[in-house]
């Protein structure tokens, strides 16, 4: 492609994309078309073309296509899931990042990257009020931040059979176990099974009323497992629970570590950021207490996907778990971080830029505004349900709302098995038909076996008037289906 091209193109396209970021609002959520649909937008079947195309078409169609046949989760009324509207800067920091290319694995092959990295990191710590001069590394998402974490955890776990290289079946290898409550995001069954230790491993703990983990039973299983010969290995605490924002008590847990010398990881993908309010929850104020915190700029920092981040003690931890000295890289550039030597990843893209980027374009003041702002936002739509003779309010969690709908002539016999199953189906179908109107977007929570609708607001793009037209839509969508379910014969 020749420069001039390159120029035009690209202007062009930064063009097509401005003007369909401010039509946004204006457009469905998402079109809620079948795979088929998709598939023949795309003439999926087709082969790859012997000759190639001009790249300007190609581009510009390219747009259309995903203008057109797309989830858009940066849509000022997507509730859907915790995942982001992306910082304007953030897409042209990725586009940037692309240009210069830098293989982000090694000091000398991304010098101002490497650099960039750390300061982003050391950033996202202040912000979270995380220990100077911890270690940290970006890495794809929140999954993967805290499966970095877990083996960091295992590696410290193991160190007496050097677990490294001699494995979790080591002949004087001990049985290691992990302890989460069941409101744990699923990324700790992903590490119990790739890490070798298998999901039985992991001790389900029980959470009080509040969802939050149970630390009496915490402290009574750790103690049944030691005295049996076993290895407490990770404690992992949630600052903001997937499904309904709830943190658990990290004072209580981070003392029952250090009491048992077990490592502390808090999983903080989601709500971790909000230990920058200052009206936080206080428990958020303990992050400074664990041995690593796994955060997700893909979700309050308003990255684009993707960007998740762990913060560990020191990098020293992360060295041990990670560090190998290959015969072909011999890279000693003094002080310099070679990333390769912190996590599992070899060749590592620029996934610090548009965080950086992002956060000194809002500033730290802007993201507690912005982050405070959704917290609000969450908490007016809670509001609203519960003052709303339609609605049942049900959790409030950081910026995360549950509510359902409940028909006037059956609020009278809730409690019974047959309204409660009729509400839960009724929800559910709710669910899906709000989905697909592509008027707004919310997923769904099961809290105490109720079914519920779960709005989640982690958006720039969202204001009060968003927030506001979503019980009516539900309330709509809910008395059309009521009055056909009833009309159909299916009773409460
Ligand atoms: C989102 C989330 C994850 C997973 O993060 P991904 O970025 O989707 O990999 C893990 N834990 C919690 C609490 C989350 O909210």
């Known amino acids: 492609m020749a420069p001039a091209e390159f ?28 795979p088929t649909q998709v598939r023949d937008a795309l003439d999926a ?29 940066g849509h000022p009324r997507f509730f859907g899931y915790i995942t982001s509207s992306p910082a304007p800067i953030g897409m042209l920091g990725d586009l940037l990042a692309a240009a210069i290319n830098a293989n982000a694995g090694a000091w000398r092959l991304a010098p101002m ?32 931040a805290n499966i970095v974490g877990f083996y960091a955890a295992r590696a410290a776990a193991g160190e007496a059979w050097r677990i490294r290289s001699a494995g979790v ?30 999901t039985d491993a992991i001790r389900w703990i029980a959470t009080d009323d509040t969802l939050r983990l149970d630390t009496a039973m915490l402290r009574e299983t750790m103690a049944a497992d030691v005295a049996a010969g076993d290895v407490p290995m990770i404690v992992i605490g949630t600052a903001g629970s997937v499904s309904t924002g709830a943190v658990d008590p990290l004072f209580a847990i981070a003392d029952i570590c250090r009491e048992m010398g077990t490592w502390f990881h808090v999983d903080g993908a989601y709500g971790a950021l909000a230990a ?15 041995d690593s915190v796994a955060i997700d700029p893909h979700k309050w920092l308003y990255a684009p996907l993707e960007a ?47 965080v950086w980027l992002a956060l000194q374009h809002a500033g730290a003041d ?15 739509l809670y509001a609203t349900a519960e003052a709303h003779p339609e609605l049942d ?33 009724l929800n559910e179908d709710l669910l899906d038909c709000v989905q697909r109107s592509g008027e707004a977007f919310v997923s769904n929570a099961v809290v105490r076996g109720r079914y519920l609708l779960r709005a989640c607001i982690v958006n720039i793009n969202t204001g009060e008037a968003d927030v506001d037209a979503l019980p009516g839509i539900v309330v709509g969508i809910g008395r059309e289906l009521h009055a056909k379910r009833r009309a159909g014969g299916a009773g409460a």
């Open 366 to 380: 802007g993201y507690r505004r912005m982050i405070g702002d959704d917290c609000a936002l969450a908490a007016r």
């Open 45 to 73: 079947s087709r082969s790859l073309p012997a000759a190639g195309v001009a790249a300007g078409p190609l581009l510009e169609k390219a747009a259309r296509l995903l203008f057109d046949h797309s989830l858009v989760n």
């Open 393 to 425: 309010a049900g959790t409030l969690g950081l910026s995360i709302a549950t509510f359902r709908y409940v028909p006037p002539d059956v609020r009278d016999t809730i409690g019974t098995a047959d309204t409660d199953a009729y509400l839960d189906a």
């Open 113 to 144: 990257a490497s650099e960039v990295e750390g300061q982003a990191v050391r950033w996202i710590a202040e912000l979270l009020g995380y220990r100077p001069g911890c270690g940290g590394l970006f890495v794809s998402g929140g999954n993967m």
């Open 276 to 290: 920058a309010l200052p009206d936080a929850p206080r428990d958020l104020q303990a992050l400074h207490l664990a």
């Open 308 to 354: 998740g981040c762990l913060l560990a003690r020191d990098p020293d931890v992360l060295r041990a778990a990670f560090s190998y000295h290959p015969a072909y890289y011999h890279f000693s550039d003094g002080d310099g971080i070679n990333y390769v030597d912190l996590g599992p990843q070899n060749s590592r893209g620029f996934r610090a830029l548009k």
């Open 7 to 34: 120029r035009a193109i690209g202007h062009t396209l930064i063009d097509m994309v401005a003007q369909w970021l401010e039509a946004l609002p204006s457009q469905p959520v998402t079109r809620a078309e079948t």
């Open 169 to 198: 079946a080591a002949a004087d290898a001990r049985r290691l176990r992990v302890y989460a409550s069941a409101e744990t995001h699923t990324w700790v069954q992903k590490a119990a099974d790739l890490s070798g230790l298998g």
